[in-house]
């Protein structure tokens, strides 16, 4: 399948070996997990519960995380709205690889745009895109704060900070909205891994 590309002379070689091949050797179906919300709504800590507890479940799964990718993939990208949504367009088109891989992508990121979610669930396919939004108060995230980043914002050492002087646009459709003030991290693994069963996302593949 072709995809769009600026080059003239890039032609798509299409693989040997199909999904439905590779879900069988895994033993599941690929998909991708999408997080988004503001710094300190409990994104890494979320995803890394659950990339534990599929693990531990049989399932290959695999945390994208906002800042462990500017460590490597894009530790070229700053934080303008323009680089933004290049960040999030790559690690859309990455979680989908991972996803036609046959493995779960669990990815990160604040995101606070619905075009660059948009794009990334299209690089993946509806079916295999759960968009999760961790609906965190923003008063509950900067008392939070985690990482000491809402201080910097409110000492105006950061810019464009999320929630603070910068935009967050809600997903008004998410799959999945956790409620993290009210809720613990196990509560929300759980409401997490009951919708994830609902769409048969949590079944076994094997070959027959
Ligand atoms: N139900 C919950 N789910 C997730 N985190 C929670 C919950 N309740 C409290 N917390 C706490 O909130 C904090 C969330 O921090 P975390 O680093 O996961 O946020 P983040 O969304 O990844 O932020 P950033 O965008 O800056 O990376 C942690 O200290 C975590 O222990
Ligand atoms: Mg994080």
Known sequence: ??????????????????????????????????????????????????????????????????DNVRHGLNRDLGFSAQDRDENIRRVGEVAAMFSKAGVVAIAAFISPYAKGRQEAREAAGDDAFVEIFLDTPIAECEQRDPKGLYKKARAGQISDFTGIDGPYERPPNADITLHTERFTPPECIEQILQFLGSRHLLAARHTH
């Open 1 to 66: 399948m072709g995809k769009e590309h600026k080059g003239t002379n890039i032609t798509w070689h299409a693989s040997r070996v199909s999904v439905t091949t590779r879900e069988q050797l895994l033993g599941q179906q690929g998909y991708v997990v999408w997080l988004t919300g503001f710094s300190g709504s409990g994104k890494s800590t979320i995803a890394c519960l659950l990339e534990e507890r599929l693990i531990r479940e049989g399932h290959p799964a695999y945390v994208l995380d906002g």
